[in-house]
C-alpha cells in the first residue's frame, strides 16, 4: 500500500504541460534508480546500510515537514516543532529498531544472508542510540507542550517493539509514511487544492490518491501472482526488494524541494 506515493513525483516536480521536460524529468528518474539498483547489487551490505540510512533521513524529514505544515493550517505559532529531535527520532524508531530486533535475522535471511549481520555486531549499541534519541525526543516535545507528538512518538515505538518486524515496518510504511506524504501532496495538486477550498476535505484527499492507483492496483498484481505462484526464488525477490530500495533514492531527491518548502514555512 505504501509504494504508490511515489508514483505522483513527477506531478510535483515538473509541469505536466511541458512534455519534453516530463521526458527528461522521466528518464533522469529512471536512471538515478537503475544506478543504485547496480550498486546495491554489487555492494550487498554497504547498499543495504545506506538505503537505512537513507530510509531513516526521508522518514524523518518527511515527519518533520508533515507536522508543520499541519501546525501552519492549524495557525499554531504557539509551540514550535523541535525539528531535529522529532526528524531523528521519528526516522530512527520505524526503521532501526525492527531491524536489530533478532526476529528479523530469518527475514534477511530469505532476503539475503549476507545482510544478517548488516550492522556488523553494534545492534545493541544501536538500540542504544535509539532509544536516547527516542527519550530525547520525547522530552523536547513535551516541554513544547506538543502531546499529540508525543502520542505519535510512543505509538511508533509500541509497533516498532512489540510486533513482528516484517509486520512492523509494513504497518508504518503503508498506513503512515505513505498517508501523511499523500496528504501533503494534497496540498499542492491542483485538483486537491481546489477541492480543499471548496471545503471537500476527502475529496481533495482522494485527488492525492486517485494518480496512484494504477500503481497500487499492479503492485497487488505482482504480489499475488507470486505468491499463488509459490514459486518465488530468492534471488528473484531479493532483486524485488532491491528495485523498491534502490526507488528510494531519486523519491528521495524529488520530494527534498517538498520538504524543505514545507520545514521552512
Not at 534508480?33 to 550498486?39: F, K, R, S
Not at 542510540?129 to 511508533?156: G, M, P
Not at 505513505?178 to 471545503?199: E, F, G, I
Request: hydrophobic share 55%.
Amino acid at each position: 500500500m505504501g509504494i504508490p506515493h511515489g508514483a505522483l513525483d513527477h506531478l510535483v516536480t515538473v509541469p505536466r504541460t511541458n512534455k519534453r521536460v516530463m521526458a527528461l524529468f522521466i528518464c533522469g528518474y529512471v536512471a538515478v534508480a537503475v544506478g543504485a539498483v547496480l550498486a546495491i547489487l554489487k555492494w550487498n551490505v554497504f547498499g543495504f546500510q545506506l538505503v537505512v540510512l537513507m530510509s531513516l533521513v526521508h522518514f524523518g524529514i518527511g515527519d518533520s515537514a508533515f507536522l508543520n505544515e499541519l501546525d501552519r493550517l492549524k495557525g499554531l505559532t504557539t509551540s514550535r516543532l523541535p525539528t531535529a529531535f522529532v526528524f531523528l527520532a521519528f526516522g530512527a524508531v520505524p526503521v532501526v529498531i525492527p531491524l536489530i530486533n533478532s526476529s528479523s535475522t530469518s527475514a534477511l535471511a530469505e532476503v539475503n544472508s549476507s545482510l544478517i549481520n548488516w550492522h556488523q555486531g553494534f545492534d545493541n549499541e544501536l538500540g542504544l542510540i535509539v532509544q536516547a534519541l527516542l527519550l530525547i525526543a520525547v522530552l523536547a516535545l513535551v516541554a513544547t507542550k506538543r502531546f499529540r507528538d508525543v502520542i505519535d512518538l510512543c505509538l511508533l515505538a509500541g509497533l516498532a517493539i512489540f510486533t513482528p518486524p516484517l509486520i512492523a515496518f509494513a504497518t508504518y510504511f503503508g498506513c503512515w509514511h505513505a498517508m501523511r506524504h499523500t496528504a501533503r501532496l494534497s496540498l499542492v495538486l491542483p485538483q486537491s487544492q481546489r477541492d480543499y477550498q471548496a471545503q471537500h476535505a476527502v475529496k481533495a484527499f482522494l485527488s492525492a490518491v486517485i494518480p496512484g492507483t494504477p500503481a497500487l492496483i499492479g503492485s497487488f498484481v505482482v504480489a499475488a501472482g507470486l505468491w499463488l505462484s509459490g514459486s518465488i526464488e530468492k534471488s528473484f525477490f531479493w532483486f524485488l526488494l532491491t528495485i523498491v530500495w534502490a526507488l528510494t533514492v531519486p523519491h528521495m531527491i524529488v520530494t527534498a524541494k517538498l520538504d524543505r518548502s514545507a520545514l521552512q514555512k
